[in-house]
């Protein structure tokens, strides 16, 4: 399965480093030294191994085998990233999901849909899904306030706290 794992927002100094905005789980294991990844701009797909990765201020900065100047590299600013990932690749503990996973479900509380989560922001603490409905929620990923997830229907229900959905 091939998934989106994020977008090359910008080139970071003049060696073909490109600095990523991550939309996946597992970065550690997708940004590794040596992995494949496709980078799509309009219609063109390139490949690419990945040299070396460092986090720098929340952005992921990678470089790519054979690329050393930026003037190599610049022309894909904007583009996503992809990678072949099947769901075995990474063993998941009881209540993780791949990010894949989560993104387009619809978020119930009790039997009213608030929502799909569009987006997964990585906090540090816990991820916050990003539900898109009438309104955009800020929905914690949390125990407290996620009850059930259900990858094959698509669908999470959850139990807001108080002020949450304010």
Known sequence: MNVEIGKIVNTHGIKGEVK????????????QKGQLITVKKNNESFSF????????????LLT???????????HLKGSKI?????????ELEENEYYYSDIIGCTV????????????????????VWVVKGDKEYLIPYIEDVVKHVDVDLKTIKIEPLEGLLD
């Open 20 to 31: 990523v905005l991550s939309d996946s789980d597992f970065t550690d294991e997708r940004f």
């Open 49 to 60: 191994t990945i040299a070396s990765h460092r986090i720098h201020k929340n952005f992921h």
């Open 64 to 74: 790519f085998e054979g690329i050393h100047n930026i003037n190599d590299i610049e």
């Open 82 to 90: 992809y990678q072949e990932q099947s769901n075995e690749a990474i």
């Open 108 to 127: 119930f509380v009790e039997e009213e849909a608030l929502g799909r989560v569009i987006e997964i922001m990585e906090t540090g603490a816990n991820d």
